[in-house]
């Protein structure tokens, strides 16, 4: 299912198909550097897409969506969106073979303002990896406010539309 589409994106479910793309990049240190707890091997990820393809947006439950190029719907990157309470976290991922190409912003601008549309009592957060420079000026940039380090996970904390 198609949930979103930009000028040079679709955000849709996770499919098979995208098995093969998600190792590649998962298994590369320029993506995996700064993740935590990501399923790396193939049957792992296979696991993984059978279990999220079917995904909805939501408040329930945590979702996984495909970030791909419009024009030839090859996976370029993925988002996590897990709800909490009155709080949505957010974890991306863009293939090392399309960074700097402004695909991270296009496509948390436009689910950012979809999730915030569709749920506007609700804070987001995202967690970042402190040497993660590119992700924290990213973050930056649509809007999100340095909410300091959070020593107990290791990770600075960034938020957007946060009650204090």
């Not at 897409?49 to 990157?77: C, H, P, Y």
Request: hydrophobic share 40%.
């Amino acid at each position: 299912m198609i949930f979103l589409e930009t000028d040079r994106l679709r955000l849709r479910n996770v499919e098979e198909k995208d098995i093969e793309i998600m190792f590649d990049y998962r298994n590369n240190e320029l993506c995996a550097r700064y993740q935590r707890g990501q399923t790396k091997d193939r049957e792992g990820l296979k696991k993984l897409i059978d279990e999220r393809k079917n995904g909805r947006i939501s408040l329930q439950d945590a979702f996984i969506l495909a970030i791909a190029l419009k024009a030839t719907d090859e996976m370029v990157g993925e988002v996590v969106v897990m709800p909490k309470g009155k709080t949505i976290s957010m974890g991306y991922t863009i293939s090392y073979k399309y960074h700097r190409r402004g695909y991270a912003f296009e496509m948390l601008s436009a689910l950012t303002e979809l999730l915030h549309q569709q749920f506007p009592a609700q804070e987001f957060i995202c967690l970042v990896e402190p040497e993660n420079t590119a992700s924290i000026e990213l973050l930056k940039k649509l809007g999100y406010q340095d909410m300091g380090y959070v020593e107990k996970i290791d990770s600075q904390m960034f938020g957007k539309w946060v009650m204090e």
